[in-house]
């Protein structure tokens, strides 16, 4: 399994911004598809975005598009989640992670991406207050 490490999370008023940051260790995040699949208290995971390691093609949820930006950084081998125009129920742990090519596609073309995920990182707790 992939060990990847997400930082970045923090409390955050509606309207607010966060950067989120998945790393890698041991391995070049570039040659992978990542995704950001994030987990609310009480409610099930919901994957929000991924980058393709082919293209840098991306996809987001419905509920995040527009205010969401996934993007990569080869020099630093880190994938960003760049959050804008936060909302009380962004509030969640992020996590970042990755799988395997299935039925000839890639692991951001295999929706939802939280089934098709091999590899996690531990999260980073994104917390909303007023």
Known sequence: QLQLVESGGGL???GGSLRLSCSASGFTLDY???GWIRQAQ???REGSSCISRTDGSTNYADSVKGPFTISRDS???TVYLQMNSLKPEDAATYHCATGERRHGLGYCGLLPIEQGSDSWGQGTQVTGYS
């Open 12 to 14: 955050v008023q509606p």
């Open 32 to 34: 992978y598809d990542i």
């Open 42 to 44: 009480g409610k099930e």
């Open 75 to 77: 020099a630093k081998n």
